[in-house]
């Protein structure tokens, strides 16, 4: 039954059509082009089987791809106060829900539970109208749009990372994506998906932050 589900869904939920959002990694790439950096690809020597890949800049020096992930460059981004934020949002925005995200609305419409550490709105969009209570980490910077963690019920969305239309909740960098959560909110959420069955789409279940949450919640899984 649907009404016993919690579905947590990842990046991949989102790439297929007529969403199509960049992954992670892809939002990264695109950043770093508007700020004027380009990849370089050339075919591996006699002895380095494969491509050589690098980041060139006119006015800086090279780096290899991929030796800053998505989250360290995010992270030097905020740090030099680099507005990248915005842009992002608007690029995650106005794409129409897919499958994945039809499936959601309808475990969220039956009173399960949906995670998701993406930003977009497809499962918001696939909902349609209605009361649908959304929760998020940064709830305290739009109270009136969006719940603490700590107020999960039968029938929420927990957007873990922050959404699209809420861009000062967007959690984009290595210090934001390593920091755990409170445990007021790690034990309501896991007392939540108490014996659920929990379906896991388009994840790989990696983030340092929600690493607690997520052994906890697959240790007490009634099927995953």
């Known amino acids: 039954s649907l009404t016993n589900w919690l579905l947590i869904l990842g990046a991949g939920a989102s790439v297929p059509p007529p969403t199509e959002l960049p992954t992670f990694a892809d939002l990264s790439s695109a ?13 591996g020597g006699e002895h380095q089987p494969g491509e050589e890949r690098w980041w060139e800049h006119r006015w800086y020096g090279r780096f290899a791809q991929p030796a800053m992930s998505p989250e360290v460059l995010f992270g030097a981004l905020t740090t030099y106060r680099v507005d990248y934020a915005e842009r992002i949002a608007d690029r995650l925005s106005r794409k129409p829900p897919n499958a994945a995200h039809v499936v959601a609305a309808q ?118």
């Open 107 to 224: 475990v969220l419409g039956a009173k399960g539970l949906v995670w998701t550490t993406n930003f977009d709105r497809g499962v918001e969009d696939a909902y349609g109208d209605g009361d649908l209570l959304r929760l998020s980490r940064a709830a305290e910077k739009y109270p009136t749009m969006l719940s603490p963690l700590e107020a999960i019920a039968p029938g929420t969305l927990a957007k873990l990372h922050g959404t699209v239309d809420a861009v000062k909740t967007l959690a984009f960098a290595d210090e934001e994506l390593t920091r755990p959560l409170h445990q007021s909110a790690v034990d309501a959420l896991v007392g939540a998906a108490h014996e659920r069955t929990v379906v896991i789409y388009g994840y790989a279940a990696a983030d340092a932050d929600l690493t607690d949450l997520l052994v906890r919640v697959f240790g007490d899984a009634g099927e995953i």
């Open 31 to 43: 950043v770093l082009r508007g700020l004027g950096w380009g990849l370089v690809t050339r075919p």
